[in-house]
């Protein structure tokens, strides 16, 4: 036998990848084979189906008769993608039910959780987030923002400057306070939001 978490054949004759996040295993092929359930970590019966043991190698001696079971992730709440809510499983994925006063597909505060919860599969542009208030207790308005992501990490881009096509110095306090610009170009977020993402209540 192999040892535990060693992968020994996938059984549809392609290579397996695992990946692993926080102790939990999400396979990538649907079937593959390990030489006991045990090897399949992060699996559990109501997560997972699995498949009668057979010998994949065909008649053997008893003693020397290996086993596979074949696993398949059908938990989409497995990796906890909800940042500030309940996970509801449902076929093919799963539904954020966000605790009072967040919102978002997965109750997002900001660009950096955006980004852990995508795993790493977010590109810098334009996003919504839920900042919270400063007394944290509830979230504010929604507010559109531009995430840069760059060297494994996102943030919250407050001004951007690249062409001059946005006058920044004929500007009253107002037009400081509340913003200005647009976000697909040159902008300033605003000292208002500033001050909210500076200040939220934890």
């Known amino acids: 036998m192999a040892t535990a978490n060693k992968k020994r054949e996938s059984t549809n004759g392609q290579d397996a990848n695992i ?8 396979y990538k ?3 593959t084979a390990y030489d006991k359930p045990e090897d399949v970590n992060g699996c559990k019966e109501e997560e997972s189906t699995y498949d009668r043991p057979e010998d994949v190698y065909g008649y053997k001696a008893p003693e020397e008769v290996s086993f596979a079971y074949k696993a398949k992730v059908l938990n989409g709440c497995m990796l906890k993608p909800c940042l500030h809510g309940t996970c509801v499983n449902k076929d093919g994925g ?11 597909q997965n109750c997002q505060q900001d660009c950096g959780e955006i980004y852990r919860s995508s795993e790493g599969r977010m590109d810098s542009g334009i996003y919504t987030i839920y900042p919270r208030s400063s ?9 559109r923002v531009f995430c840069r992501v760059e060297a494994g990490r996102a943030w919250t ?5 690249q062409d001059g096509s946005v006058d920044f110095y004929n500007r009253t306090w107002e037009d400081y306070s509340r913003g200005f610009g647009n976000l697909t170009g040159e902008f300033w977020l605003g000292n208002d939001n500033i001050h909210l993402l500076t200040n939220q209540g934890r």
């Open 19 to 26: 990946r692993v996040s926080e102790d939990v295993h999400v």
């Open 29 to 31: 092929d649907e079937e």
């Open 94 to 104: 799963y539904n954020c039910t966000c605790s009072p006063g967040w919102t978002g």
């Open 135 to 143: 007394d944290g207790e509830n979230n504010s308005a929604p507010l």
């Open 157 to 161: 881009v407050i001004q951007r400057r």
